[in-house]
């Protein structure tokens, strides 16, 4: 099984391998840089080059890089707009320097300008980031819990953007169990289970999912309210993260917790709790 936790990339980058290989983690997520601010210290080649020696040396793998917060490519304001273009190319190149396999990435909010505008901004500014970065990772789009103005708690969304993609090889899906869940999508039940995976599979396909984040849900069902829980005590519950992480189109896909870290122990807790709910 491929089982991470997001983790830190305080200190050198690739002190990141160590913190995901010290949980005992076989694959792992990061920023590549302060997600909350749009300036970044540029990354140090030599920096980059150990992150990728560790990495190999603990044969971790896949390494996913999560896209930073403030990047909005539905924004109906164009200085918005281009400025999270290029930063979302910048951290493209960000993450094929380290390596990385995979570039999870939101899809935005256009604000009043509706679900419509949003997917043509979006696919507009993906395919820009793709032409100019020529990513060697593949992108993924996250699905979303559906708050406010956001589009992608659909995956109608997910599918029209990858359609609108020219080079649809290096696009894919990230899967969140928890935003599944608070957009009303049932992954709690077997039969809500077997008719979501229906619903994906007729939409983007099964088999466009790469990397799952697993993380169980503190709000309700069709709550919209973005609000990850640890595994198994949230509303998701036990048995519900348990049928998940069986699914047999999913063994291959990398299992991601984005679960809070309320205590130095709590990444341990979650990961020994997933281990014993999984069938190998």
């Known amino acids: 099984m491929k089982l991470g936790v997001h983790v830190s990339i305080a200190g050198h980058i690739y002190e990141a391998v160590d913190r995901a290989a010290a949980l005992g983690c076989n694959t792992f997520q990061v920023f590549s840089r302060n997600p909350r601010g749009w300036e970044a210290l540029e990354l140090d080649p ?16 896949p390494v996913v890089v999560h896209i930073p917060y403030l990047i909005n490519m539905c924004s109906p304001d164009e200085y918005l707009w281009r400025r999270s273009v290029d930063a979302y190319i910048e951290d493209i190149r960000r993450a094929d320097m380290i390596g990385a396999d995979y570039f999870v990435t939101h899809l935005g909010s256009p604000k009043e300008k509706g679900r419509d505008y949003g997917i043509a901004r979006f696919s507009k500014g993906l395919n820009e980031a793709i032409a100019r970065a020529k990513p060697k990772l593949m992108i993924l789009l996250e699905n979303t819990a559906g708050g406010g103005d956001s589009i992608g708690s659909k995956f109608e969304d997910i599918e029209e953007i990858i359609n609108s993609v020219k080079d649809k ?40 999912i790469k990397v799952i984040h697993f993380n169980d849900s503190m709000s309700e069902m069709g709550s919209h309210n973005d609000r990850h829980w640890h595994i198994g005590k949230g509303k998701i519950g036990a048995e519900g993260m348990k049928r998940i992480v069986n699914v047999p189109e999913f063994r291959d896909c990398a299992f991601i917790l984005e679960t809070p870290k309320e205590t130095g122990r709590s990444d341990e807790a979650n990961l020994a709790a997933v281990r014993k709910m999984r069938k190998d």
Request: charged share 40%.
């Open 46 to 61: 030599e920096d980059a080059a150990e992150f990728k020696k560790r990495r190999k040396a603990k044969n971790i793998s």
């Open 169 to 208: 090889g290096k696009v894919g899906v990230c899967l969140d169990t928890a935003h599944t869940f608070e957009a009303g999508h049932d992954d709690k039940t077997k039969a809500g289970l077997e008719a979501l995976l229906k619903y994906i599979d007729s939409t983007v396909g099964l088999d466009k």
